[in-house]
């Protein structure tokens, strides 16, 4: 049994137990497909979860295209807030991780052609921009980042979508790359994503990625209210799709929580109101 927490009042919580059925993809390393019990927690109205949520031990930070709000993860009051000039160089922010104090996020010019990518990095305590790393005209737009035993990871998504300024697919999402970093920021290793699960994705692309405590890779599409299990393959270059767990988030950026690793963190948009979601996870 999970424990049940009490939420303080304002908030839309829910102490509800969700069976998630985990299927998996067809490989050999595969077993049979596993039930995962998962627990909402909480859900709080947040109308900057447009893009993406991070996590750290006390806080939560909804991103939007040009805005970050901290949010105290225990009552849902909105702590502090980064908000980015309309012309100014941030264009696009998309997933975060907070690591050591700072506030890492992945930061494109999408849907602008060539695409362009950047790693934003802000003062958690404060919301305070404090450093960047331009990757200029690379592999497709940085949609999310995490860092893992000492190393960097991400990914770099392309789309089957037509925009304005080219008549051609802004990138061709088959494309996707998952890559770990070296300790400059270059590509040290690279994997594609199967064909199968790319398709789940529609006309979009790998939106959300974090590493959960079960050793796997979990990423989200752009839409589908579903996480993604990856494990890196013995050999080739396609990662290994080996399980699929549905939650109440919409794609977009997660967060596993470090301070309790089997709940993850995700957002739900909706044009009335968007919301940040926290679920426990029975991990098998």
């Known amino acids: 049994m999970f424990a049940r927490i009490p939420f303080p009042h ?26 995962v019990a998962a627990e909402r927690l909480a859900s709080f109205i947040v109308p900057e979860a447009r893009q993406a949520v991070a996590v750290d031990d006390r806080h939560f ?33 998309d997933s975060g991780v907070v690591i050591d104090g700072k506030l890492y996020t992945a930061h494109s010019n999408y849907p602008e052609w060539p695409m362009t990518s950047s ?41 089957n979508r037509v925009f304005d300024k080219s008549p051609l697919a802004y990138g061709n999402k088959f494309n996707t790359q998952i890559v770990r970093f070296d300790k400059d920021w270059r590509v040290a290793e690279a994997w594609t994503l199967p064909d199968v699960l790319l398709k789940k994705f529609g006309d979009m692309s790998n939106s959300g990625g974090s590493w959960g405590p079960d050793g796997k890779l979990w990423i989200t599409g752009h839409d589908l209210p579903e996480i993604y299990a990856l494990a890196l393959p013995e050999a080739g270059s396609v990662m290994r799709w080996v399980g699929t767990a549905s939650l109440e988030i919409a794609g977009q950026g997660i967060a596993w929580d470090r301070a309790d ?6 957002v739900i948009r909706d044009k009335k109101e968007s919301r940040v979601t926290a679920t426990r996870i029975a991990l098998p």
Do not use: C, M
């Open 10 to 35: 304002g908030i839309i919580a829910a102490s509800v137990l969700i069976i998630a059925t985990a299927a998996f993809a067809k490989d050999p390393a595969n077993k049979d497909p596993a039930i």
């Open 261 to 266: 690793g089997k709940v993850i963190w995700g």
């Open 61 to 93: 930070y909804a991103i939007d295209n040009q805005i970050i709000a901290k949010y105290d993860k225990k009552s849902g009051q909105r702590v502090g807030e980064w908000r980015g000039e309309k012309d100014g160089p941030i264009i696009h922010l």
């Open 119 to 159: 790693v934003e990095i802000w003062d958690a305590a404060t919301l305070q921009h404090v450093g960047t790393h331009s990757f200029g005209i690379e592999r497709g737009s940085l949609t999310w980042l995490d860092y893992r035993d000492g190393v960097w990871w991400g990914a770099f998504a392309n789309y």
